[in-house]
């Protein structure tokens, strides 16, 4: 398998250079063929680094562009108003979309360090995010990682209704700490900017202990029956990946779900031949995804 780094983490003082090198998008009308412009909507043209250009959007009027640099640019200046300059980071784009994965303080056990993403799309799937994901139906968060070790990038979710996983006062608190955060913008002032940064690092702070207990619990979900491997396998990384997954499984001697986990997003940060962030990003999603159902499949089913 030929591999690449695609998750690679880079440090602090090279995060301009990053920005720089980003897509830029502009609004342009759209044209019949008699030249008349179409009331309404308009087109998204992107031009890439490189000089490629492509038209991935055609949105109505009250569409909002933002430039992926100014949708990253506050984390960035908040976090150095906070006097935090040791952070790595993360950023990786498309003619679609582009995300920046900030990880501050130590890494924590089996060397997963825990981030902040900030997320911006062009084509209009999302629209500017920043910090963590908190699903208040499903009862959990989702916080970025990246695990050192083996420089696989990742997200882990985190339950808040499991007492054994976290503590009630430590759930009130991050949920509180992530109401207050709500959003990031760049129109938003100096004080505003620092208080977004310091609640979500502080909610990050609070995470480090209820994810190392989902690493634990994890390690100790057996597979080391071929069939079991298959099956969860199918069921939450589908055939098309399955049997890249299985093999890098099997060559790191693989005998737990956190192996498993660890495969997957191995495949979703090193394959050489995925060419695509979105494909990248789902196998993340999925390897995600897979834990915590597999972790917590009981207590999901009786919440639905």
């Known amino acids: 398998m030929k591999s690449n780094n695609f998750y690679r983490t880079i440090p602090a003082d090279q995060i301009n250079d990053a920005m720089s090198v980003l897509p830029m998008a502009e609004l342009l009308p759209i044209k019949t063929e008699a030249g008349e412009s179409i009331p309404n909507f308009?087109?998204?043209?992107?031009?890439?680094?490189?000089?490629?250009?492509?038209?991935?959007?055609?949105?109505?009027?009250?569409?909002?562009?933002?430039?992926?640099?100014?949708?990253?640019?506050?984390?960035?200046?908040?976090?150095t108003q906070a006097g935090v300059k040791d952070f790595r980071f993360s950023?990786?784009?498309?003619?679609?979309?582009?995300?920046?994965?900030?990880?501050?303080?130590?890494?924590?056990f089996d060397s997963v360090q825990l981030g902040i993403q900030v997320y911006n799309s062009y084509d209009g799937s999302s629209?500017?995010?920043?910090?963590?994901?908190?699903?208040?139906?499903?009862?959990?968060?989702?916080?970025?990682?990246?695990?050192?070790?083996?420089?696989?990038?990742?997200k882990i979710r985190v339950p808040l209704n499991q007492a054994e996983i976290i503590k009630l006062e430590t759930r009130t608190k991050i949920e509180s700490l992530l109401h207050e955060r709500a959003s990031l913008r760049h129109t938003e002032s100096v004080v505003e900017k620092l208080e977004a940064?310091?609640?979500?690092?502080?909610?990050?702070?609070?995470?480090?202990?209820?994810?190392?207990?989902?690493?634990?619990?994890?390690?100790?979900?057996?597979?080391?029956?071929?069939?079991?491997?298959?099956?969860?396998?199918?069921?939450?990384?589908?055939?098309?990946?399955?049997?890249?997954?299985?093999?890098?499984?099997?060559?790191?001697?693989?005998?737990?779900?956190?192996?498993?986990?660890?495969?997957?997003?191995?495949?979703?940060s090193h394959?050489?031949?995925?060419?695509?962030?979105?494909?990248?990003?789902?196998?993340?999603?999925?390897?995600?995804e897979m834990l915590y159902e597999e972790l917590h499949a009981p207590s999901i089913s009786e919440e639905d």
């Not at 087109?43 to 490629?52: D, I, Y």
């Not at 950023?91 to 924590?108: M, P, Q, T, W």
């Not at 629209?127 to 696989?152: I, M, P, T, W």
Request: charged share 30%.
């Open 42 to 79: 308009r087109a998204v043209k992107v031009s890439m680094h490189r000089g490629q250009t492509c038209f991935v959007n055609c949105p109505s009027n009250r569409y909002a562009l933002v430039q992926h640099a100014d949708a990253f640019r506050p984390v960035i200046e908040g976090l």
């Open 91 to 108: 950023c990786y784009s498309d003619e679609n979309r582009a995300k920046l994965n900030i990880f501050v303080g130590e890494k924590g």
């Open 271 to 288: 394959e050489y031949e995925i060419n695509k962030v979105v494909t990248r990003e789902n196998l993340i999603d999925k390897a995600s």
């Open 127 to 154: 629209a500017v995010h920043f910090g963590l994901d908190l699903n208040r139906k499903k009862q959990f968060v989702e916080v970025v990682g990246y695990r050192q070790v083996c420089s696989n990038g990742m």
């Open 197 to 268: 940064i310091q609640y979500t690092t502080e909610a990050l702070a609070l995470l480090r202990e209820p994810v190392e207990l989902e690493i634990k619990k994890a390690m100790q979900f057996s597979i080391e029956k071929r069939k079991q491997l298959k099956d969860i396998v199918l069921k939450h990384v589908g055939k098309r990946y399955a049997e890249r997954v299985e093999r890098q499984y099997n060559r790191d001697n693989g005998k737990s779900l956190w192996d498993l986990f660890n495969a997957v997003t191995s495949v979703a």
